[in-house]
């Protein structure tokens, strides 16, 4: 490919969470064939983000932009001294608005991505708002890419296949990354005995995730006899920490439970766990589950359409009723476990390198995507609007 692409990239925050992390792994490969990418964060809590350090290595700035009444203003003139080829916005519906900003500035490039199922209940405002969101996408969106089918099918229409600038863009994993040793041995780390279960769980700390339903699944371990600790991985929130304190205490089990919070180490902990609980209930194609069976570590998971999707492609995953007791958790760890132990990584390795999550065809489908109008044009003029879409029928 020739030419260069300048790409802005939106996301709600630059930290350690799937959606960034699949972002910060395609940076060497966008660089190196040409691309530069500029990255905003919404996030009025932590600015830039602990990742900004690999977008700066890569030649991207990272601009944070919270949102509050001055961000439309912010942004726009963003757009104006950038001039980006590309708008690419990880942003659910939302989207809509930055999109069509993009619009106004005359970028030919407008993405938007859907990251997550978006299954949950809305009310009256949360409809009006997303009516209003999406309306904005379809006029402003020249591609509209999810993470899964489901993603499309749940966050933005059902009938996303009758719409041709929709694909399905599945996340990519570096198994370089995954690979690096951590420095910690992680069962001196926690004080895990060698015949005790080590459980870990990959994830930022939010009510979706249910890290609450950990220690239960521990008692009930402990209840047949298998004594276990769970590691929690991942940025923390001291409302949901606490949470997660509050049960392990009621379980008596305040001394197995860990909370490491963010760490840069996420492949080598994985590596060294007996089994991974994600109990999820709401996700688009977790990097959760996808990390641990690239590793080949056994993983059990809440039953969404993400992690069916997984597990039509990969082994290694037990899939358990979203609202399953804990019972029914802890039998699924002791079969997942026993797939670990019966696990070769270096199997793992090569299945997941030939398997439609290698980074190396995500990476090939952004730059189609974004070449399709930017390669070496000097000047952005504004490609056709993309046609309405009947509203009857949907949701």
């Not at 726009?76 to 930055?98: E, I, M, Q, T």
Request: hydrophobic fraction near 40%; glycine fraction near 10%.
């Amino acid at each position: 490919m020739t030419g260069q692409c300048r790409v802005l990239r939106v996301v709600g925050e630059l930290n350690f969470g799937g959606t960034e992390m699949r972002t910060a792994e395609l940076l060497p490969r966008l660089s190196t064939a040409g691309v530069q990418v500029h990255l905003v964060t919404l996030s009025d809590r932590i600015g830039p983000g602990p990742l900004a350090g690999v977008v700066s290595r890569h030649g991207g700035t990272v601009t944070p932009i919270p949102l509050d009444l001055r961000f439309a203003t912010r942004f726009l003139g963003l757009l104006r001294r950038l001039r980006p080829d590309v708008v690419h916005v990880d942003c659910a519906n939302f989207s809509g608005v930055l999109l069509a900003l993009a619009a106004l500035c005359g970028v030919p490039v407008r993405v938007a991505h859907f990251r997550g199922d978006d299954n949950q209940h809305r009310n009256l405002r949360r409809r009006v708002y997303r009516w209003i969101c999406k309306r904005l996408l379809r006029v402003s969106a020249t591609d509209i890419l999810g993470v899964s089918p489901s993603s499309l099918t749940f966050a933005y229409d059902p009938r996303w296949r009758d719409d041709p600038r929709c694909q399905v863009v599945l996340n990519g994993l570096d198994l370089d990354r995954l690979r690096h040793p951590s420095p910690d041995d992680l069962r001196e780390l926690i004080g895990a005995r060698p015949a005790e279960l080590v459980c870990v769980s990959v994830g930022r700390a939010s009510p979706e995730k249910r890290r609450w339903l950990l220690p239960p699944i521990l008692a009930e371990l402990r209840a047949r006899g298998v004594e276990a600790h769970a590691v929690l991985i991942g940025p923390g929130d001291d409302a949901d920490d606490e949470r997660v304190r509050v049960a392990a205490a009621a379980a008596g089990l305040a001394d197995r439970v860990h909370l490491l919070g963010p760490r840069d180490d996420v492949g080598g902990l994985l590596s060294q766990a007996d089994v991974v609980v994600h109990p999820s209930c709401l996700e688009g194609l977790p990097g959760g589950v996808l990390e641990p069976i690239a590793l080949g570590v056994g993983t059990v998971a809440a039953d969404l359409p993400g992690v069916r999707f997984i597990d039509e492609h990969l082994p290694g995953v037990t899939i358990v009723d979203t609202d399953a007791p804990p019972r029914r958790w802890a039998s699924a760890v002791c079969a997942a476990a026993s797939y670990t132990e019966q696990t070769s990584a270096s199997a793992a390795a090569e299945r997941f390198g030939g398997s439609v999550f290698a980074i190396d065809t995500a990476a090939a489908t952004h730059l189609t995507i974004y070449r399709r109008w930017a390669s070496g044009r000097p000047h952005h003029p504004v490609p056709p609007r993309p046609p309405a879409f009947s509203t009857r029928g949907e949701r």
